[in-house]
């Protein structure tokens, strides 16, 4: 069944979006079609994935304007109908879930709207991106109901908006679940560590023997061939499960198998899912893609491959959907111009001082400018390193505390990407895709173990600052590019104001200039 909503260009210029009471709280703040403002909470209260809306970061926030319209990223009652489905009674029960009883007592407000999970989403890709009618595919763990939604977004003349809905797959039948009871089934953290199996996947080789325990796995989750709709519901998790083929000897070659097939049946059911699209409108070749499982880098390639013309908001996950409700109240394209909109640290940013650290073969930290609004540093909060170096792949994980089958992403000059790297699109300045490396040779330490990185292309109008330290580093040494990972160690938020960075100085030793 089609469901259509339309917004019109609103007289509510002013409008605070909010995400919070599940995981990775966020707030954004945009006047017209600007974005003023937008910020994850754990960055704030030094909580990975903070749930709460913290005051520091509501303060911060006013420093770039005030509001006279509140949106909330969900639909609450709605939630808990679910929940009652799913027997969380303590959480159907409490009043501290409900965001008009949560926000007024912790800041003294409500909020004016609350719009649906799966809508925000979409609003959140949509109105940041290039398109005037696209298709909108979404997926992600859990929303109200929806695991998984296709819509048909259009923008008429007069700049009003319809969202049609052309299809949904709801609880239990969840991609994002049934990939995170899979990430927990590894030893790893759910609705965490998704990355991690994706990163594990890359060490296991593609044989016969895996073509096997692909199809057991395959067949024992997944009700048909295509699709989502699930054998089990996996809310709860699936550690009783076991391979009949190929049994857990608690091996890393064993975790490493298994992450393996999981991400390739990951892979199927997304393309399965867009190819839906394809034909429920084949007359719209725009694809703006959101939800969780949107962060899956290896999956994104092979998406833009085969439709080329999809655009990934750098926050995804539900962290955007403050963004999302607030732009879906707008109902109109926001001025999307970069993802560097969160906490700013004054000062011209370090270019001299960094140039000479990289150049003296250190690993040095950037905190400078504004802070990236996404799970990943683009070059504001940054650990960066020489990236040809045998040894310094090991040496940045024992920093960040990392296991040693994590690859390390570059940030390469845009002009050169395609020099170095096979890629899947033109640009990939949010670090959405991967690409083989032409010569990992020659860069050891950006390149995973299947000679694929994790591109980050930076241009002069991406990020300026970072281009001419990238820039000035390749006249001295003729690479083009250098190591890029977030500013922070495993288990911690990424570092935020100046004296997080000098904090994580004097922990662990890299010196961290801004």
Not at 64 to 82: A, M, N, P, Q
Not at 101 to 108: A, C, D, E, M, P
Not at 311 to 319: C, K, L, Q, S, V
Not at 400 to 411: D, I, L, S, Y
Request: aromatic share 12%.
């Amino acid at each position: 069944m089609k469901t259509s909503y339309v917004t019109f260009p609103t007289h509510e210029r002013k409008i605070l979006g909010l995400n919070g009471l599940n995981h990775d709280a966020t707030a954004s703040l945009i006047h017209g079609t600007e974005i003023k403002f937008a910020g994850h909470n754990e960055r704030y209260s030094d909580i990975k994935f903070d749930e709460q809306l913290d005051s520091t970061l509501i303060n911060d926030l006013k420093r770039y304007g005030d509001w006279d319209t509140i949106v909330w990223f969900e639909d609450s009652l709605l939630k808990k109908t679910r929940q009652l489905y799913a027997g969380q009674y303590k959480e159907v029960f409490s009043l501290k879930n409900i965001p008009n009883y949560y926000l007024k007592k912790r800041f003294g407000f409500t909020p004016d709207y609350q719009i649906s999970h799966h809508l925000s989403h979409a609003s959140a890709a949509y109105f940041t991106s290039p398109y005037d009618n696209a298709i909108s595919i979404n997926i992600d763990a859990i929303g109200e109901w929806e695991c998984a939604t296709i819509w048909y977004i259009e923008t008429d003349s007069k700049k009003r908006t319809k969202f049609t809905k052309l299809w949904s797959e709801s609880y239990p039948n969840s991609l994002g679940l049934w990939y995170s009871a899979m990430t927990q089934r590894l030893g790893l953290k759910p609705q965490e560590d998704e990355y991690i199996l994706m990163g594990m996947a890359g060490w296991s080789d593609w044989n016969t023997t895996s073509d096997k325990l692909y199809e057991e796995i395959d067949k024992y989750f997944f009700a048909e061939p295509t699709g989502i709709k699930m054998n089990h519901n996996l809310h709860r998790g699936c550690m009783n499960w076991d391979s009949e083929y190929y049994k857990d000897d608690g091996s890393d070659e064993w975790k490493f198998k298994i992450a393996s097939v999981v991400q390739k049946i990951c892979e199927k059911r997304i393309m399965d899912i867009f190819d839906l699209a394809n034909r429920l409108m084949p007359g719209c070749n725009n694809y703006v893609y959101g939800g969780g499982v949107a962060l899956n880098c290896v999956a994104n390639s092979l998406i833009a491959r085969e439709y080329p013309n999809v655009w990934i908001i750098p926050n995804p996950g539900d962290g955007g959907s403050s963004l999302g409700s607030a732009a879906f109240v707008l109902g109109e394209h926001l001025d999307w111009n970069n993802t560097f909109l969160g906490y700013n640290i004054k000062g011209d940013y370090p270019i001299e001082q960094t140039l000479k650290g990289l150049l003296n073969g250190d690993i040095v930290g950037v905190a400078s400018g504004r802070a990236e609004f996404g799970p990943r540093a683009l070059g504001n909060r940054s650990l960066l390193a020489d990236p040809r170096g045998d040894d310094i792949k090991d040496k940045v994980n024992k920093i960040k505390k990392r296991q040693e089958f994590r690859p390390f992403a570059p940030a390469v000059l845009e002009e050169h990407a395609h020099e170095i790297f096979d890629m899947p699109v033109q640009k990939s300045q949010y670090m959405q895709f991967v690409a083989d490396c032409k010569r990992p040779d020659l860069y050891p330490a950006i390149c995973h173990v299947d000679n694929t990185s994790r591109v980050q292309t930076v241009s002069k109008d991406d990020n300026p600052n970072f281009y001419n330290l990238i820039n000035e580093f390749y006249k001295k040494t003729g690479c083009p590019m250098l190591l890029n990972t977030s500013l922070n160690i495993k288990g911690m938020p990424i570092v935020n104001t100046h004296n997080d960075g000098i904090e994580f100085e004097k922990k662990y030793g890299v010196k961290v200039y801004g």
